[in-house]
């Protein structure tokens, strides 16, 4: 069974940092794409970026020029750089890995970040 781990949630003010780290269990995982998602209370789950197994990413709008992903696939780990946090950015963060079409094959159960004064 294939596990991902996320971890570094919390509290943090507007406009500080945080950083993500997913780690998988398996070493297979780090040979498929993996990305990050999130979702805040009363709302569906939306896409924070995606990351290739050659560590070309992608962001929507809403995050790009603030998040960042990135991956070290020696050590099983996929991570999410988050600066200029604001209120919005308030959710439930989960890595995803194992994109087939549309579909992901792995989730991890969350971790939460909250932005707030």
Do not use: H
């Amino acid at each position: 069974q294939v596990d991902l781990v996320e971890s570094g949630g919390g509290l943090v003010q507007p406009g500080g940092s945080l950083t993500l780290t997913c780690t998988a269990s398996e070493m297979k995982i780090m040979a498929t794409t993996m990305g990050w998602y999130r979702q805040a209370p009363g709302k569906q789950r939306e896409p924070v970026g995606t990351i290739l197994s050659g560590g070309t990413a992608y962001y929507p709008p809403s995050v790009k020029g603030r998040f960042t992903i990135t991956r070290d696939n020696a050590k099983k780990t996929m991570y999410l750089q988050m600066g200029d946090l604001k209120p919005d950015d308030t959710a439930v963060y989960y890595c995803a890995a194992g994109l087939s079409g549309d579909t992901w094959r792995y989730w991890g159960q969350g971790t939460q970040v909250t932005v707030s004064s």
